[in-house]
């Protein structure tokens, strides 16, 4: 497995941009941004690497208050993944050695059916009368 930087014509959000005057954090605008860049990078891995059912997908390791967030680039052959410098930007240096195209094939499952949970859960809610 290796696993790279982002592209330098595709730079992550700043949190430092998103605080205001008396220090209040623009939480909307950063989530807003994060978004935005997520469909950028996914756009760029698709228009330079290879077509694959899981290029573009956001996998997240979880660790104590954090998560290390990676992106899926390649997975025929060598398996490549973007690293995503979100939040604390931290890394999981074991989840980069050992991980298997099978446990990226899981995660990704795994975040598709809680995204898919939580959007019906929601879509519920606003229902409610």
Same mark, same amino acid.
């Given at each position: 497995?290796?696993?790279?930087? $982002?592209?330098?014509?595709?730079?992550? &959000?700043?949190?430092?941009?998103?605080? /205001?005057?008396?220090?209040?954090?623009? /939480?909307?605008?950063?989530? @807003?941004?994060?978004?935005?860049? *997520?469909?950028?990078? !996914?756009? %760029?891995? *698709?228009?330079?690497?290879?077509? /694959? &059912? $899981?290029?573009?997908?956001?996998? =997240?390791? &979880?660790?104590?208050?954090? =998560?290390?967030?990676?992106?899926?680039? !390649?997975?025929?052959?060598? #398996?490549?993944? #973007?690293?995503?410098?979100?939040?604390?930007? %931290?890394?999981?240096?074991?989840?980069?050695?050992?991980?298997?195209? @099978?446990? $990226?094939?899981?995660?990704?499952?795994?975040?598709? !059916?809680?995204?898919?949970?939580?959007? @019906?859960?929601?879509?519920? !809610?606003?229902?409610? &009368?």
């Amino acid at each position: 497995m290796q696993v790279y930087s $982002l592209p330098a014509e595709v730079p992550a &959000p700043n949190l430092g941009d998103f605080v /205001h005057t008396g220090g209040r954090f623009d /939480h909307a605008g950063y989530v @807003a941004a994060e978004a935005t860049f *997520l469909a950028t990078l !996914k756009d %760029w891995v *698709l228009k330079v690497g290879e077509a /694959h &059912p $899981l290029a573009g997908e956001v996998v =997240s390791v &979880p660790y104590a208050d954090s =998560s290390a967030q990676y992106m899926v680039a !390649k997975l025929q052959g060598k #398996v490549i993944l #973007v690293h995503l410098p979100l939040g604390d930007a %931290w890394r999981s240096d074991q989840f980069e050695r050992l991980c298997t195209v @099978a446990e $990226l094939r899981r995660m990704v499952d795994a975040s598709q !059916k809680r995204a898919a949970f939580f959007a @019906a859960k929601q879509a519920e !809610k606003q229902a409610a &009368p």
